[in-house]
């Protein structure tokens, strides 16, 4: 098992990359967030704030996914 370090800026730096994975397979797939938001059945900040890197539940991770039809492993790698 490996330890944590002293700092959060690790988990930050991963929301960031996994907001931009998310971003990277919407314009992929040619959406918008718009497209995005109502898919999943969000509100645009969400999205918004998901793409910007913001602490956010599973549940909207799975949303997200579920809305772009890809696993949601695709997404947080």
């Known amino acids: ?18 907001g931009e994975n998310i971003r990277k397979e919407r314009c992929r797939q040619g959406l918008t967030q718009d497209d995005v938001w ?9 999205i918004q704030r ?5 602490d956010v539940k ?4 799975l949303r997200i996914a579920r809305a772009l039809d890809v696993p949601l492993a695709d997404l947080v790698r």
């Not at 109502?38 to 969400?46: D, E, F, G, S």
């Open 58 to 61: 599973l549940s909207t991770l």
């Open 38 to 46: 109502m898919a999943a059945h969000l509100t645009r900040w969400t």
């Open 1 to 18: 098992m490996q330890d944590l370090p002293d700092d959060d800026t690790w988990n930050a730096d991963r929301r960031r990359a996994i």
């Open 50 to 54: 998901v793409e910007s890197g913001a």
